[in-house]
């Protein structure tokens, strides 16, 4: 576990402007920089970033934090590897805490270790992609590519690109080329063992390669480092036969650094046009994902090795909220989209389904049809819900059977039931009326009855019978006068130690109240470190508009800022003598249909008190 001094020293010495600026070209405006957000697509610069609060916030998505936040965003990684990732680069050595507290000294052995599998990942990776260009048997490797027109026409075309990006490279069909390579580097049978690069002879000592005579894809973590393989097996390259006795591909075992269940294939390579399109494509296997990356669709992933888990439409969705499943169209593809509906709503994936014809997976069509055509069917991509009745509705039954009728609608009913998003739900009449034409069903009464079954499916709980109060429109004055004052001392707290200015705080009601003595209270601690306690204190409603304060400043001096503040309280002041105003008139049009004489000259004496307080006089 990380000290809290290291996590202080890199958000203090971090130039979040200097970081930023490597992904995105900021351009000065007075006391912030500003430049197009990396995390959604814009014409128009919205993304502010403020070098000396150490802050950034776009208008446009609402993202925003520190340069920690930035490359946990950017990265897809968890908040102690953007720590790391960040000590790495700026030259600070990460302290671990005390081992009473975490059993640091093993801590750092288990980094040792995993830093170390790395390393030998990387040497086999380099080591397949030599064969591939160099071993004379790597000529059933390139006809494969060449069988998927995986081809580069120059070193430098689109095609050349993926395989790099994938490390495409090619394992020998021996028994130990990369375990007498890694012996010439050094490496640790035992360590290659671990990551199943090689596996123990079974009828005597020593060991011999896992991955034999395969065209080999690397598996590369959101942070570009190797964590295993994935081999797809090739015919012999002397008598051209296929071992069926082999399956066709083979992956690493889970190791220290590899997670099939958590690893999204791809993603590294994707990241970018993922995030910039706000879509991820997600298909079945690696041939699919380097297909589609080398004919231009650069935002396609994959899951390896398993069915689609939740937690790999978790990792997905720290890039994107928006995913398309292209699946293979056959029996197979049409189960894992079913099975990927529940997974995906957990994750809080936004996932919608693109129909392959049957017999056809994503590089088949893509190399017989091309990738507009695929595109477009990822543009025309319907709700998993609306694909999942069409596949209840399109099979084959017979209609004049009432009995597979009901079971049809009942499938239908539960699938509505089953949707997590309320606004699909509530648009069962839209499916109620696919069910009767695909029924066949013609009978008023039983069309009715329908209808009627999938609204009751679609129905959503009762909500409260008590009804919030709408705002009146002088409590919506006030809040945004108050937070234009707290805007103020967001972007110059040294304002609090003026008298004036505290003077005047006492007039803000509300929630508000407590935010300004919450800045009072933290003001003084370092920068960073008041910024981070403020913010993780506020509530959802004042969150955003104090993040895009410490983000994009609208004062440039504390003098205008002072200003502002006190214009501002001296509207809010009369809004709030106003407000008591119609309270006491209130009251004297009560007392007077009450015959209390005394009580309504009371209450005249009171308004007219007001009336010129108000008015300054």
Known sequence: MISPETIAQVRQRANIVAIISETVKLTRRGRHHLGLCPFHKEKTPSFHVNGETGRYYCFGCHEKGSVIDFIMRLEGLEFPQAVRVLAERIGIEIE????????????????????????????????????????????????ELKRRELVAATPTDAVADALQAFRVGYAPAGWDGLLSHLRGQGVSPTDAELLGLIVPRKGGSGHYDFFRNRLMFAVIDVQGRVVGFSGRLLPDPQTGDIDKQTGKYVNSPESPIYKKSETVFGLFQARQAIRQRELAVVVEGNFDVLSLHARGINYAVAPLGTAFTEAQARVIRRFTPRATLVFDGDKAGRAA?????????????????ACLPTG?????FVRQRGSPALERLIEQAQSILEYLIEQV????????????????????????????????????????DKVVARLGLSDARTVRALHSRLRQAARQPTLSASTPRAPRKSDVGEFKLSLEMLGCIIEFPELLDDDEISKHIE???????????????????????????????LQPSIHDFA??????????????????FLKNAQKLKRL????EHAQVVKEIHQAGAQGDIQEENELLLEAVRKQRERLGL
């Open 96 to 143: 671990e805490l005390s081992a009473e507290k975490t059993a640091s000294s093993t801590s750092r052995e288990t980094t040792r270790t995993k830093q170390r599998l790395y390393e030998i990942n990387q040497i086999a990776a380099s080591f397949f992609e030599t064969q591939l260009r160099q071993h004379p048997f790597s000529r059933v490797a390139r006809e």
């Open 337 to 353: 989209i079913a099975k990927s509906r529940m997974v995906c709503a957990m994750a809080g994936l936004d996932t919608r389904v």
């Open 360 to 364: 056809l997976d994503p590089d088949d």
């Open 393 to 432: 509705l399109d099979e084959s039954f017979p209609q004049s059977n009432p009995h597979e009728q009901a079971s049809r609608v009942q499938w239908v009913a539960q699938l509505i039931r089953d949707e997590s998003d309320p606004i699909v739900r509530a648009m069962a009449e839209n499916y109620a």
């Open 507 to 537: 007039i803000v009601e509300g929630e508000i109240v407590h935010v300004f003595k919450l800045v009072h209270d933290v003001h003084n601690l370092p920068k960073s470190d008041w910024q981070d306690s403020f913010l993780a204190h």
């Open 547 to 564: 993040a895009q304060r410490l983000a994009a400043p609208r004062i440039d001096d504390a003098a205008q800022a002072k200003e502002e």
């Open 576 to 579: 709030h003598l106003a407000r």
